[in-house]
């Protein structure tokens, strides 16, 4: 992977598989979302053991300015999660990117059905996901859900896209 979002070298963003040396990065990127109550606080011995699921959008500077990671549950399904760019870097199409890094990784191992739980449901709605009942996933997808700063009360939707084939 290695996808080039910027003509201006100022502002060029590659988009790449998460390496080991990443994690301290992704960990406060990360943290940064978590503490507005976005996303799950991931610990680092938990970026560190998914590593492999993980893409970073890279800028000129060597800096992590976004993350997404693709969680394999099942043959058929996975789960898009840990999508956070830097505040400085969104609305650059950095989150599209890694998204579709996410997606060419899941079909490349021949996962047919990705969803998504998110607060920002248009977001994903403009890159081909669709809402459905969360009630509608498979419940073993709910284990993490107890971390969740929202954590009884819901406020996410649930998308879901098809993977394309490879």
């Avoid at 988009?15 to 978590?34: E, F, M, Q």
């Avoid at 606080?41 to 699921?53: F, P, S």
């Amino acid at each position: 992977m290695g996808a080039d979002l910027s003509a201006n070298t100022d502002q060029r963003v590659v988009i790449r598989a998460a390496r080991v040396g990443d994690v301290p990065a992704l960990h406060a990127l990360i943290r940064t979302h978590a503490e507005r109550g976005k996303m799950i606080l991931r610990t680092l011995d938990e970026l560190y053991a998914n590593i492999r699921e993980f893409y970073v959008a890279e800028n000129s500077m060597g800096q992590i300015v976004g993350c997404a990671a693709a969680h394999v549950f099942w043959n058929d399904l996975a789960e898009l999660k840990c999508l956070a760019v830097h505040d400085d870097w969104q609305g650059r199409g950095i989150g599209r990117a890694l998204c579709e890094a996410c997606l060419s990784d899941l079909a490349r191992l021949g996962v047919k059905q990705v969803f998504t739980l998110t607060n920002v449901p248009e977001f994903f709605e403009k890159i081909g996901y669709r809402r459905v009942d969360k009630n509608s996933l498979p419940r073993f997808i709910w284990g993490e859900c107890i971390r969740c700063p929202t954590f009884p009360i819901c406020n996410e939707e649930a998308l879901v896209r098809h993977v394309p084939p490879e």
